[in-house]
């Protein structure tokens, strides 16, 4: 069965400091790949996708993702935390179900950025 | 405006009342989805329809019905509310020309208790 797993519930980084938010993925076909972020009281915002073209993927607002096939994984970075980036973030993986794409989102990382 | 919004934002209800959730776009996309955010379980697909004459269930349906009165309209309706549907609900949409990525466009939420 195709998953996404989120390693850490919460993760917490000084400002300024490398956010790493990691995220791997179990699919039996070349999986397309999503990263969604949710600020407080909003709905989700996708950040990046990867859809089997380059295997590092920039997003908005200075976050990145590499897609590791060995690795199984799609792992979220920024170099330097701000402030603004403390949300929850999802990853998620498009799977084939009864003859339609849907997304199966993991469990969520919530980042927590201190001064 | 926003492009996909959801009324009401927040409701609270009592066990065994009818519940509707109402969500509108004007992204003029095909597919629309209706999910629900528990913590620590991430969002999970209750109905999603790809035109106004199709609906299908999604992970979680049982509780659950929808109508999809137009293409930019897709309501979600919880016939006899239980407090384990307490929960944040989301609407989203996609673009049948941009199936092949998937990106899903969501609704701020509504946050939804069942007493």
């Known amino acids: 069965a195709q998953s996404v797993t989120q390693l850490g519930s919460h993760v917490s980084v000084s400002e300024g400091a490398l956010v790493l938010l990691r995220c791997n993925y179990s699919?039996?076909?070349?999986?397309?790949l999503f990263w969604y972020v949710q600020y407080p009281n909003q709905g989700l915002q996708l950040l990046l996708k990867?859809?089997?073209?380059?295997?590092l993927v920039k997003g908005i607002n200075g976050f990145e993702a590499e897609f590791k096939k060995s690795e199984t994984s799609f792992h979220l970075t920024k170099p330097s935390a701000h402030m603004s980036d403390a949300a929850e973030y999802f990853c998620?993986?498009?799977?084939?179900?009864?003859?339609?794409?849907?997304?199966?989102f993991g469990s969520g990382t919530r980042l927590l950025v201190r001064p | 405006d926003a492009d996909v919004t959801q009324t009401p934002r927040n409701r609270i209800t009592k066990t065994g009342k009818r519940i509707m959730l109402e969500c509108s776009q004007t992204?003029?996309?095909?597919?629309m989805y209706w999910y629900r955010q528990d913590p620590g379980l991430g969002l999970r697909l209750i109905y999603y329809?790809?035109?106004?004459?199709?609906?299908n269930k999604g992970e979680i349906s049982d509780g659950y019905s929808v109508s999809r009165q137009a293409q930019a309209k897709f309501s979600l309706s919880l016939e006899s509310a239980i407090p384990n549907q307490t929960a944040l609900y989301f609407c989203?949409?996609?673009?049948?020309?941009?199936?092949?990525?998937?990106?899903?466009?969501f609704g701020p939420g509504t946050r939804l208790t069942v007493l």
């Open positions: 989203a949409t996609s673009d049948l020309q941009g199936a092949g990525t998937d990106t899903q466009y």
């Open positions: 329809s790809f035109d106004v004459k199709d609906i």
């Open positions: 992204k003029g996309h095909d597919r």
């Open positions: 990867y859809t089997s073209a380059a295997t």
């Open positions: 699919s039996s076909v070349p999986p397309y």
């Open positions: 998620a993986v498009r799977i084939l179900m009864d003859s339609s794409y849907k997304l199966i």
